[in-house]
């Protein structure tokens, strides 16, 4: 992806392809993962970048061990 919105509107996409196929499991993964990039937009209004599901995560749960951040 190129930009946040494009993941966004894939996204969107694939819900509605995946609820057409009748494939919950893929539409609740999908949905998780929507309400978490729009999260992030709200977030970081100024930046358009595709954030890695890390970015996403640690945006979400920054007191998580994997998203510390120490300096020496």
């Known amino acids: 992806m190129n930009s946040i919105d494009d993941h966004i509107q894939k996204d969107k996409s694939e819900i509605e392809a995946a609820r057409a196929e009748g ?6 993964h999908l949905e998780d993962e929507l ?11 100024e930046d ?4 890695s599901p890390l970015e996403v995560y640690c945006d979400m749960n920054p007191e998580a061990p994997e998203c510390r951040v120490y300096d020496d």
């Open 23 to 28: 494939n919950l499991g893929k539409v609740r």
């Open 35 to 45: 309400k978490g990039l729009e999260e992030y937009k709200a977030h970081h209004p």
């Open 48 to 51: 358009s970048h595709d954030p």
